[in-house]
């Protein structure tokens, strides 16, 4: 995905230097100025060291040390003169030294970073650097790759082309300009700068990486730039404050943080895990890219989605709005973090008294029997999070802004750099990943792509959707596609996929892309002419759905479209997907791209003028679409004919399924905007799918880069989701997503009524990320109920869950109700659960409609039970209410997948 994503960022944001051509950047200067050049020196570099400080003296440059434990406060770096900072590959950068190079950049100072920097970071502190940086480090390239400099940039000492093992760097800030590229699919950025630092896209000073004259050269160019710092004597490895410090290779040991600033790594378990699946090695890696619907959502729509919260500057006021979405925002994640902890108690015997124990003993205290029990401290994390929060309010009021920015801040990355990552979390859900293209064909046999599915399985997905159709091309030899993709020319992955998953007790649904019907970047990869339509619509031109000008390839997303009027078109999708349900045990498929293309309807952009499509229309109503315009008498009527054939497809496909292979599931990949805009710009209208019983399984793309965001967009979608029978699984996108971040994105879903998630993709999992997963949840596979497979015993689990977390908060004297409603609460809790256990042990309409009834009961006089501890933890309250709601849409489910 990330080159892909790239090559259209370029290509349609063009204020990047290749782009432009024009930008006069880093002319080399003959005579220095008084400032000096400072360079850091961490546990991250320590390795390195050696060769970092050779690459310094072939450079003949005046430098000298900083140490982050010294330089503790900007004017510390003021006071030693500094005037350029360089940051070698230091992946770790916590909260105060974050602040520290924040608040001296914003004084004047400026910086060179190379490499991963901040790359293990914490997530907030990553946030922080990306907007202090104006880039970040993307993602590695897999072999060494050419760099090619602008031409306005003049590097002395380099070759114009020379080749490097790197990563790409993404911009950020409006004024981050690509200063040199990487000659790879989609020239990804290699060096970004500003006006305040310049960041370095491989790990400089490493003979592994990179060679002295392209180290040498760019730093000098990066210094001239800010500071006009010309070659000097080479120093003796003074410390920057004066003090002598030895050059010699530093060991780790020489720089391990104190406790307070120790980087934000994983927990080491208390019991002994299983050592992570490595992922492949970047030599079995071929030049592709992964493909995804998301890159659409980013490129062809014009309303940005709304960023994370930008840093508030220091001692400015804060408006009163902004005091209360941040005291929101912050009450979240306390919330969200307080609810991971407790699952994670649950899941391994933390609550010692049963529900109904546990109000038997809040009986017996109120009437003097038993002294309280001390089960379970208050989270310490939350509590002193919960002060920060008060503390921050407390000093808004005071007008000490300045104050309460850091106190929130404080609390925030208190909150992040402790989230749970090594507690086993027994909840049965649905934890899907797409397994993209991209990461397939590099694979090139079934022994290779079992390491993948090794890799999967340790995270614990247990739902596996495999790319088996990708722009026309099938990943299998098939009888009725004319083309398999040419990667996979030999073997058979979707068989392989299908054994494999079934081995590791995974579900496989392959992964088809529908009416998107050709792609001009595959055709870059296969050697194809960019107007290539395709192996399908080179064959049946008449086939494809045009412009008005009759242009086939949409402008933004360049891919061409199916018409999906045309009656051969649908047949022939048809026997795809049966020959794969046919020839093939998947346990699903999988729709995308069923839609149109992306269109603005505003400045006439729209597209499905077919020749099937005109034809049929003109038939309706007498007129040819194409002299039709938005505004006029038949634009309406236009726009509904387009969602109709949409709509009449995925019938047919649901009832294909439901006729010839009803074991086999049906999902749909779908964006999850506001109906009006989804109907106008692309028809897919997939409520009525779910209204009608088409779909078992909606997969909105509910990519976003916080949770704050994602829970924007699955709100309105949970509001809708118990009209249905339908399961919703929304989708989390982790390329760029930091792995603390998409942990908390998977604890929001856990709290709300979803029956579980999807991690686009395969390609974008960290080893990090694994490695937690691997212990959160990746022993349990196969052991807990899968949503979407075995709802009624899923239902029973997540009450059993829910029962001793509400077991713990009444050891704990959390919640409080008076004698009367503790009873009746205690009653009807007891009868749900043994509603449920025997719906699952022996599922009947009549065991069904109890359990559904109680359960309906019980969850509408929930938050009157519990509106005392609501005003105390209204989070914890809507997220139990929440739950609640997801048992009843699992029944809904199960009424339909098993009854």
Known sequence: MHRRFLSALLSRYCRLVLCTGAIALWPLTAQAQAARFGVIRTRDNAQQWTEITGRLRQANLDYCLVDWTTANTPNSLERENVGVLLLPNVETIDSTQAALLQVWLEAGGRAVVTGPTGSLSPPAVQTQLRSLLGSYWGFPLPTPTPLRAASSARISGVAPTTTARGGAIIPTGADSEAIAVWQTDGEPPAVVANDRATFLGWRWGSDQTSNTSLDTAWLRAALNR?????????????????????????SAADFTPTPATQPNRPATPSQPSRQPVQPLPAETLVADEATDDALDSILDRDRPARPAPTPQPSGQPIPAARVRALQEQLEQWIGRYESAVLLGQVSNGGAELSLAQAIAEVENRRQGQRRSPNLRPVNDIAAEARQGLNRFLTLTQQRAFGEAWQEWLQARNLLWENYPTSTPLRYPETRAMWLDRGTIVRTRSESELARIFDRLEDAGVNTVFFETVNASYTIYPSQVAPEQNPFTVGWDPLAAAVKLAHERDMELHAWVWVFAAANQRHNQIVRQPRTYLGPVLSRHPDWVGTDRQGNPFQSNSRKAFFDPAHPEVRAYLLALIDEIATNYDVDGIQLDYIRYPFQDPSVNQVYGFGVASRSQF??????????????????????????QQVDGFVASVSELLDREHPEVLLSAAVFPLPPSERLARLQQNWESWTEAGYLDLVVPMTYADNTENLQRLTEPLFSRSLENSTLFLPGIRLLGLPTTAALDQ???LRDSSAGGYALFAAENLSLNLQTILSRTQGEQQGQLPLAHRQPFEAAAGRYDLLQREWAIALSNEQLVMDAATLRAWGQQAAAVDAALRLLAEQPSVTNLNRARSLLRSFRLSFPGWLRQHGAQRPYQVEAWFNRLASLEKLLQYGEQQVL
Request: charged content about 20%; some cysteine.
């Open 618 to 643: 003109r038939r309706l109503t007498g007129v040819d679409p194409v002299s039709i315009n938005p505004g006029d008498r038949l634009w309406t009527r236009w726009t509904q004919f387009r969602i």
């Open 226 to 250: 800010y500071s006009s710092l010309a070659p000097h004597q080479t120093s003796s490895g003074r410390r920057c404050d004066g003090t002598v410090a030895s050059e010699r290779p530093s």
């Open 746 to 748: 998977m604890q929001y």
